[in-house]
Every structure is written in C-alpha cells, then in structure tokens.
C-alpha cells in the first residue's frame, strides 16, 4: 500500500506542476541500477536550470558517485546513491520518489526548523488572540491598540481570492496599516500570489523576467519573458502600508510573493531571508519506475539579480527568545513601530 501511495503520490504532483514532461520511457529502457543513475545524472545535467547559482560541479558528483553504483545493486542502496546525487543541488524543488521512501533537498528542511523565526504560540496567543476572525485562507485581528491590521496567511495552498483580501481590508477602514505575516509558508498555488497582489497599486511595474530551459548546455534559455504586476479593476487598491514578514520557512510561492511585493512602493519585507525556490519544477519517471523532478526554468529580479537561493528582506529583524518567553513576537512589533512612524 505504501508503494502504490507513493507513487500515485509523485504522478499526481509531475502532472499537476506546470511545464511537467508526459511520464514516458522508451519501450526499450534499460532499468538496470547503472542505467538508472546515469539516466537520472544526464537529465539534472541536461534540463537543470540552476547550475549557476547553486555552484555545484555536476560532473564532479557523477565521478564520486558513480563507481557506488553497480547492477544488482538493493534498491535501498541505489536509492540512497541518488538521494546523495540530488542532495548536492540544495534545491527544495528536486525531489525523487522511490518504491518505499520520498527524497527531499536535507539543507532546506534542516534550515526551514533550524532557523525558524516563527513562534506559533506567541501568534495565537498575543496578536491573533481567541477572538480572531478567518476569511479563507486568512486569520486575522487588530494589534497596536487597533491601529494595526495583523493577517496571518499559513500556506499558498489555503485558497484565498481578490474579494476576500478585499472584504477584511475594508473592514478595518481606521487601521494606519497591515502586518501579513507569511513566516514558515511552504508555498502552494500560485494564483493565490497573484489574488493577493491584486490588492496592492499597481502602475504597470515589472515583478521579474523568467527564462525556460532550452537545450543541453547549462546555459541554454529561452530569451527572458518579463512578467509585471497584475491590474485590479474591481477593488480600490490598498495604498496604506504594508508589511511583509519573511523566514526561511518561506519557500515557492511564499518566496515569490516576496520578491513581488518588493516592486510595490507601499510594501516592506521584513524578518529573515526566505528559503528560495522561484524555478518552476518539471518530473518524469526514471528507468526503474521512480520518479523525480527537478527546476527547469529561472527567475531574474528586476535588479538583474537570480535570488533562487532565498529573497532578502528589506529589513533584517530576527525573533528574540526574550521576547517569546513574555509572549510578544518582536518581528511583529517592529512592523508595527514602522508603520506608526512612517505615515
């Protein structure tokens, strides 16, 4: 039962995530335990899109690797052999998918609960407080004696549209501005992102430019396609300030919201440097019936630079324990100090 969930699990997610290949293999595949390392190599080393940032000497791996690998090998070994391979990429993004065991990037779990700067007590305790409300995806509550509006958004996978950001961002008319606390946000759906955005003012600004992989040499990419910020034509924007808090719990979506709002004049980031994660994931399957996926595409800020590797915030601001141990998130109270003092 486990195999098959698995499985079913990782056909669910190549086919759902966008640009993902068909799951097909040549009739005539070797599935051999060779055959399936060197199949898994030459795909990351053909189709990877992130060879530049990530500094990691593909061919090197395959030289220290390769000669672990022989046919008739368990596949516990194997397994772990291409668990190793693919953790030198330091990528979210890059899972495989074997019979029995699911593979992920260590450095980023390892990273998202290490570095935390997040405290889930002190949230519904002191700032959402028992008498919080929820629209979708969002819980929220006033802080600041009122003069804050506090949004907690957990996951991009809680759907949450244009209309309901709208409906309890009007309901606080006399709030000077709002906290959207996105701390440990794994990601989701993208279109959540943009609902949420379509919030904010927007002036026809460039969020980023994104390349797709194209071709075998590491540096083969489509011409860049710039993306900008989306129009609202059915709620008047938010134009009060808005405070973005960030940690490296943030990944996928959650890190590409970050990077969209800091084309909003209105916005500030603030907290830590979020867990990356802007490529675009694709998969297939491998030799043996496994499946992996990995980021085929690129995301460049409009100041030319790639932050696949964690978007920075404007304003760095780490959680004091002090502050935790007397229930008070110091993040949030720093949000809140800005945007009193900055009207």
Request: with cysteine.
């Amino acid at each position: 039962m486990k195999r098959f969930l698995n499985k079913a699990l990782a056909v669910i997610i190549l086919i759902t995530c966008g640009g993902c290949e068909k799951l097909l293999m040549p009739a005539d595949a070797e599935s051999s335990a060779t055959a399936t390392f060197d199949y898994m190599w030459r795909q990351v080393d053909e189709r990877y899109a992130l060879f530049d940032v990530k500094a990691v000497d593909w061919q090197q791996m395959y030289d220290s690797l390769r000669p672990q690998v022989y046919d008739g090998m368990p596949g516990d070994s194997l397994f772990a052999v291409l668990r190793k391979l693919l953790n030198s990429l330091d990528d979210g993004h890059v899972n495989l998918w074997g019979n029995n065991d699911v593979a992920g990037s260590e450095t980023i779990y390892l990273e998202r609960y290490g570095l935390k700067n997040f405290d889930v007590n002190t949230i519904a305790l002191t700032y959402l407080r028992p008498d919080h409300h929820t629209t979708g995806g969002l819980a929220y509550n006033t802080i600041a004696d009122g003069q804050v509006l506090y949004i907690r958004y957990a996951s991009f996978s809680n759907r949450v549209s244009t209309s309901q950001l709208a409906s309890v961002l009007e309901r606080y008319p006399e709030t000077k501005g709002v906290v959207f606390d996105i701390r440990q946000n794994g990601g989701g759906e993208i279109q959540n992102e943009w609902n949420l955005m379509a919030m904010l003012p927007c002036d026809g600004q460039l969020l980023y430019s994104t390349q797709m992989k194209h071709g075998p040499e590491h540096d083969d990419f489509t011409p860049p396609s710039n993306v900008y910020a989306p129009e609202n034509t059915s709620h008047t924007p938010f134009n009060k300030r808005f405070i973005l808090l960030t940690d490296r719990g943030c990944y996928s979506a959650a890190s590409s919201f970050a990077l969209c709002l800091k084309s909003y004049t209105n916005v500030v980031v603030m907290g830590d440097t979020t867990a990356g994660g802007l490529s675009i994931p694709a998969g297939g399957a491998l030799p043996n019936g496994w499946y992996y996926r990995f980021g085929v595409s690129r995301t460049i800020a409009p100041d030319g630079i790639n932050y696949e590797n964690g978007v920075p915030p404007d304003h760095v601001v780490f959680l004091d324990p002090a502050a935790t141990a007397s229930l008070r998130d110091n993040i949030i109270d720093s949000a809140c100090h800005w945007i009193l003092s900055n009207q």
